[in-house]
């Protein structure tokens, strides 16, 4: 008996495709650009793949994912400026070194930050080359009319050999505190954006004598309130956590010290980072996101606040 060429086809086909079921259909499946051009035209833009549980039948769940069969899109546009840049990568550094920081879009505002805080509208704004003397994270964000702020950017300089001493000074100058005099103070206490709340006291030292006429009125070490103003918890789809706290005034031998300091701690922005690894020479594969990190202010951590008043102090 002859068997027509399209009888055995289709016992192949059967055949064929009943060993590839019993295939693991987990396995991941990566497709080069020259893959990608042949699925195009293709109706649906992505294949779900349900990867098997090796878990108990009764504690059995299904996870999907998706692998795009087009080349991978940008991630959503959030609207926000855009990122500056730093010309100076991350690194080893020689003291004074003159760092500028520009943005792909003319006439932007950058603020910045050199201590680790997260820079807002509140802080140093840019308006030329910072000059870099010790281990120094250097932190920016860009502002654009009509736009939400930029993400942070950042980069982290090393310079060899130990840091600048620095000296005890008469801050004071003829007894009298000058508007604008910066104090440096560092964290003095554990907080989290997971368990704090606005409202919350959050300890500060100082951390430098402050000096009239050789005599110390405000010795470093001297406790300063500061109160906690924001708190974002950590949320899915990389929302990071943020904290926020303003600085009170420093009592100075019975002399009340008014301070400006607004400061801002933002746990690194996973979606951000996420866009920036984007790779389009393979299938962008999506899936939830981690949760974000929460911010946390940790002990020693420096900061700087600003007198906001001229104050006449007594030795």
């Known amino acids: 008996m002859r068997i027509s060429s399209s009888v055995i086809l289709l016992a192949c086909v059967f055949i064929c495709g009943r060993d590839a079921l019993a295939q693991d259909i987990g ?68 003291p004074g070194t003159r760092v500028t920081i520009a943005s792909p879009t003319q ?9 680790g805080w997260t820079p807002t509208r509140a802080s140093l704004r840019y308006t030329g080359p910072i000059t870099i003397n010790a281990d120094t994270r250097l932190q920016a964000v860009a502002e654009e009319p009509k736009k939400p702020l930029s993400t942070v950017s950042e980069v982290l300089y090393t310079v060899s050999g130990p840091p600048a001493s620095q000296p005890d000074k008469a801050l004071a100058v003829g007894g009298v505190l000058r508007k604008g005099t910066p104090l440096r103070f560092v964290t003095g206490a554990d907080v989290s954006s997971e368990t704090a709340q606005v409202g919350d006291p959050l300890l500060l030292l100082l951390d430098e004598n402050v000096i009239v ?15 906690i103003t924001r708190v974002d918890e950590a949320g899915p789809g990389g929302k990071p956590g943020v ?24 746990a690194p922005d996973l979606a951000a980072q996420a866009q920036k690894i984007a790779n389009p020479s393979r299938v962008h594969v999506t899936s939830t996101p981690p949760p974000g990190d929460e911010a946390e202010i940790e002990p020693g951590m420096p900061l700087t606040a600003s007198v906001s008043a001229d104050t006449t102090l007594q030795p």
Do not use: W
Not at 34 to 58: C, D, E, F, K, L
Not at 107 to 115: F, Q
């Open 27 to 94: 396995q991941t499946v990566l497709l080069n650009q020259t893959t990608m051009r042949g699925v195009q035209n293709a109706n649906h833009p992505s294949i779900q793949i349900v990867r098997p549980s090796t878990q108990p039948t009764s504690e059995r769940q299904t996870t999907f994912e998706y692998i795009d069969a087009y080349p991978p899109q940008p991630f959503p546009d959030c609207g926000c400026a855009r990122q500056p840049y730093f010309p100076v990568n991350s690194g080893d550094v020689v």
């Open 243 to 266: 904290l926020a706290f303003q600085v009170q005034p420093l009592n100075a031998n019975g002399v009340t010290i008014p301070l400006s300091a607004d400061l801002t701690l933002s």
């Open 213 to 227: 006429d050789k005599t110390i009125v405000a010795a470093k070490g001297t406790p300063v309130a500061a109160t």
């Open 107 to 115: 006439g932007a505002v950058i603020y910045y930050t050199l201590d």
